[in-house]
């Protein structure tokens, strides 16, 4: 709030001037939401950010998911320089999910995911408020479990525990000059994002004894993920919706005696599926899909869409989205990028993806209302989906 105006007389150009003198009424927030979606339940978020608590120009963050299926997030950025410009943050991220697990389209199985992730970053500010550009560490720790002991129920996968671990250091670039948060209708949103493995460990045993248990270091990769969104304004009841992505992976070669990444890599593999979008960095939307169904190592993906804002606060947005992808090293996908043969619900050879559908969405008191109902090729029923309010969502 400001606390009080000046005019000052500029000596150089005899020219007047102000200054505004603010001041924040608090440096505590406590804040607190209801949300609900088809994939992970109902939920309460709170949230408390605190302002120059520890350092000038700093905020800490601590939210909470609290739900049958909890996330929590835990973060400090302080901004520093002249100008402000650099920003340093360090953020702990963690959720407790249950994950299906689909095997040609169909949801076959359910198993307990557990995931960690350390992140810290430092960036400068390219445009205030709209992009920057960065450096940045970070440690993820993923882990599936049965929901049910395989003693007394065996699982489709005959899996006991999936452990994987992996540290990447990473750059990034950044850029969104959306005018809205909720559905804008125009502007443009960048991603490109860097990385590299230096250390992965993988851990499997399994309920079956004559599979042999796994605890090794599987051959590091390098990661390039690119995305643009471009929203147009038609008319002012009308936009569309352009939205291109691509993620590769790229495996080190290996000895004879090494475990492929490909193969049990699980844990940082790209992740298609949902209408909302995960903490983690490398998942994507994919209308049709259910969160995190599909895990991949390449993939190229083109939506579009058409916003129809029919009143004030409800808006009707049909989409198509058609991807190519792929499970195996870089070599083999590119191959076939346009000419797949696989199929996607067999999680081998190159595939196409695809699906059409249609949101109906509403701003309401509780936050965004977003229903939606897609079908997806390769299967024999269409996905409904619906989304209240607002769950923990990347860090931008």
């Known amino acids: 709030m400001f606390k009080d105006i000046e005019f000052t007389r500029l000596r150089d150009d005899n020219k007047f001037g102000i200054t505004l003198k603010g001041v924040e009424k608090s440096k505590h927030q406590i804040k607190g939401s209801l949300h609900f979606d088809g994939y992970r339940g109902a939920g309460v978020?709170?949230?408390?950010?605190?302002?120059?608590?520890?350092?000038?120009?700093?905020?800490?963050?601590?939210?909470?998911?609290?739900?049958?299926?909890?996330?929590?997030?835990?973060?400090?950025?302080?901004?520093?320089?002249?100008?402000?410009?650099?920003?340093?943050?360090?953020?702990?991220?963690?959720?407790?999910?249950?994950?299906?697990?689909?095997?040609?389209?169909?949801?076959?199985?359910?198993?307990?995911?557990?995931?960690?992730?350390?992140?810290?970053?430092?960036?400068?500010?390219?445009?205030?408020?709209?992009?920057?550009?960065?450096?940045?560490?970070?440690?993820?720790?993923?882990?599936?479990?049965?929901?049910?002991?395989?003693?007394?129920?065996?699982?489709?996968?005959?899996?006991?525990?999936?452990?994987?671990?992996?540290?990447?250091?990473?750059?990034?670039?950044?850029?969104?000059?959306?005018?809205?948060?909720?559905?804008?209708?125009?502007?443009?949103?960048?991603?490109?994002?860097?990385?590299?493995?230096?250390?992965?460990?993988?851990?499997?045993?399994?309920?079956?004894?004559n599979i042999a248990e796994i605890d090794v270091a599987v051959n590091d990769y390098t990661k390039l993920n690119l995305g643009i969104e471009e929203r147009f304004t038609f008319t002012a009841k009308l936009t569309g919706i352009v939205d291109l992505n691509s993620g590769f992976l790229f495996e080190d070669n290996t000895e004879e005696n090494d475990y492929l990444f490909s193969t049990f890599g699980y844990g940082a593999k790209y992740f298609l599926g949902g209408n909302i979008i995960d903490p983690r960095n490398d998942h994507y939307i994919y209308p049709g899909l259910t969160e995190s169904e599909l895990a991949v190592s390449q993939f190229i993906k083109v939506g579009l869409g058409l916003q129809i804002n029919t009143t004030r606060n409800l808006y009707f947005t049909p989409h198509i989205n058609m991807a190519s992808v792929g499970f195996g090293n870089f070599d083999d996908f590119i191959v076939d990028v346009f000419s797949t043969k696989g199929k996607w619900e067999n999680y081998d050879a190159p595939s196409f993806l695809a699906s059409v559908g249609t949101m109906v969405s509403f701003k309401s008191p509780l936050g965004p209302v977003n229903i939606d109902l897609s079908w997806v090729n390769s299967t024999n029923n269409l996905r409904f989906f619906i989304g209240i309010g607002f769950p923990i969502n990347q860090s931008n």
């Open 45 to 209: 978020i709170a949230n408390y950010t605190g302002r120059n608590i520890i350092g000038e120009a700093s905020r800490s963050l601590i939210t909470l998911d609290i739900a049958e299926q909890p996330k929590a997030r835990l973060q400090h950025q302080k901004n520093f320089g002249g100008d402000r410009d650099w920003w340093w943050r360090t953020e702990f991220f963690g959720q407790l999910l249950e994950q299906k697990i689909f095997i040609e389209g169909e949801n076959v199985d359910k198993v307990k995911f557990q995931y960690f992730q350390f992140d810290n970053q430092i960036n400068r500010n390219l445009s205030s408020l709209k992009s920057y550009a960065g450096l940045g560490v970070k440690y993820e720790y993923s882990k599936l479990k049965p929901t049910i002991n395989p003693e007394f129920n065996d699982n489709i996968l005959s899996l006991e525990q999936y452990n994987f671990q992996s540290y990447e250091i990473y750059t990034h670039f950044k850029h969104s000059n959306f005018n809205d948060v909720l559905y804008p209708t125009k502007g443009t949103q960048i991603q490109a994002i860097l990385s590299r493995s230096f250390h992965n460990n993988v851990q499997v045993s399994y309920s079956d004894p």
